[in-house]
């Protein structure tokens, strides 16, 4: 294996370092391209960017593989929980029983919402508000009532950060709930002691105060399961989000804040969203799926829950979600034909050469809508469920990039395309400020609001 790079630039040639992955793509270190030929690169969408050297997850997206540390997700879905697999992705191994117990003390423990505020919900919010609005509102709020932890100085929010890491995860989940029932003119419902992560959630979303919400351990277990499985997945543009804000020294709440609006996005978490109201307007129009497979490979319209940047096969996690769709229906005891138009479009997709030769292949979000559905979950919740479970994924990155001995800002350059100075007498011109003889010349400047030229 070649150690080095070379790039030639008309009659000159440059070496550039490869470093070395554990497994996947090695890269070529360009850190010194700008200084040393005066070129910087263009990656549209950083397709072909690494941003940085990461220990959290892995994707092979030709093989259709992904591991949080190192462990497959199909293991980590038949025999983890939520919270265990959220403390390997922080902490990097998984937890003896002893680590599990006291962090999932501390997540309990965490489950309240400060008193004050609970008057975000008492009237702050119009009803309409999506709620994942709210949702990136009062995660960044939490640095106003724990100042402590969010101090910005990297020294102090460290030292602060299991306390930090374990109050979003639990809290997360609470004002999701609360945002919910906010809305929707319901009694806002507390947590409890005696449940588990997913079970919590699903109570304070569900309970009302004559009828206590309980749900089938199946049900509980599906919806774990959409946790574990958006748990983390490396460079995403949300978490590259978090990665970007934490570079610039700012705290966890204020980072993860930054990733949910990032991820609200149809292009993004935002998708499994689309999905449903695809699936739905499909159904309502009369369509078998064929006239909307038609107009997606038109352009006309997009395929919500299909294609990936990073898999060119099947999503793993869509694969382990279709089994889950199909146990779900059953258990809840619902045919939902909207179930039935996606396992058709999927079909339909497989044997067709648009979506063959640009390899789209269903994603994460294409069943997991419909298990939320089947669950009851509204539809403006389900981004808001892909932002509690990737809450694991963003700490551990945030962590990664805080950690780092000498990490840069994330601050990217540009190939400049807009007005040059000459464009900018040529309008003088126009405007009769500058004589029409005058030439532009490289030797003066100009200032913006005088037109003034100075030697
Ligand atoms: N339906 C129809 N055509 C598509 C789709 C789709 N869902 N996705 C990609 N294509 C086509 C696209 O038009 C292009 O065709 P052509 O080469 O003829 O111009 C080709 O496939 C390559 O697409 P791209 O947009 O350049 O690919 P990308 O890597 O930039 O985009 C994507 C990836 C996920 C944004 C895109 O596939 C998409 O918009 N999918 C639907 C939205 C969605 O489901 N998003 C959730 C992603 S998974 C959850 C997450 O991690 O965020």
Request: net charge neutral.
């Amino acid at each position: 294996m070649p150690n080095n790079a070379k790039l030639t630039i008309g009659d000159k040639s440059y070496d550039f370092p490869i470093v070395k992955s554990t497994v996947g793509n090695d890269g070529i270190d360009i850190s010194k391209l700008r200084a040393e030929t005066s070129y910087i690169t263009l990656d549209d969408g950083f397709a072909n960017t690494g941003s940085c050297k990461s220990k959290i997850t892995y994707i092979d997206g030709e093989k259709g593989k992904l591991w949080y540390r190192g462990i497959p997700i199909e293991v980590l879905a038949e025999n983890s929980t939520f919270t265990e697999t959220a403390y390997l992705i922080i902490y990097g191994e998984l937890p003896t029983r002893k680590q599990m117990s006291a962090f999932s003390q501390k997540v309990l423990r965490n489950a309240g919402l400060h008193e004050a505020m609970m008057h975000f919900f008492d009237g702050s919010f119009p009803f309409s508000a999506h709620p994942m609005s709210i949702l990136s509102s009062l995660l960044n709020s939490l640095g106003c009532y724990y100042p402590h932890m969010a101090t910005n100085r990297r020294e102090q929010d460290l030292e602060y950060f299991d306390d930090a890491a374990a109050m979003l995860l639990s809290k997360v989940r609470t004002i999701a709930a609360m945002a919910y029932r906010m809305k929707n003119g319901l009694p806002l419902i507390y947590p409890k002691r005696d449940l588990g992560y997913s079970q919590n959630f699903l109570h304070m979303m569900f309970t009302e105060p004559y009828h206590e919400y309980y749900p089938h351990d199946d049900i509980t277990k599906a919806l774990d399961l959409i946790f574990i499985l958006h748990a983390d997945h490396e460079q995403n543009c949300s978490t590259s989000t978090v990665r970007m804000v934490a570079s610039s020294g700012a705290n966890l709440f204020a980072s993860v804040s930054a990733g949910v609006c990032a991820l609200w996005g149809p292009l993004h978490g935002g998708a499994n969203q689309r999905v449903l109201q695809m699936l739905q307007e499909i159904h309502d129009s009369g369509d078998d799926g064929s006239k909307f497979i038609e107009m997606a490979k038109s352009g006309k319209a997009r395929m919500m829950g299909f294609g990936h940047r990073v898999y060119k096969t099947y999503d793993p996690r869509a694969v382990i979600l279709r089994k889950a769709a199909e146990r779900v229906l059953k258990i809840v005891k619902l045919k939902d034909p909207l179930m039935d138009i996606a396992m058709r479009l999927e079909e339909r997709a497989r044997n067709d050469s648009y979506f063959i030769e640009r390899n789209l292949y269903p994603n994460v979000d294409f069943y997991s809508g419909i298990i939320l559905k089947a669950i009851g979950m509204p539809i403006d919740m389900f981004t808001v469920i892909f932002a509690i479970g990737r809450m694991p994924g963003w700490i551990a990155h945030w962590k990664e990039v805080a950690e780092q001995e000498k990490g840069k800002i994330s601050r990217p350059r540009q190939i400049y395309v807009g007005y040059d100075k000459r464009d900018y007498v040529k309008m003088r011109h126009r405007e009769g400020e500058f004589p029409s003889d005058y030439e532009a010349d490289e030797s003066r400047t100009y200032t913006h609001d005088s037109g003034l030229i100075e030697k």
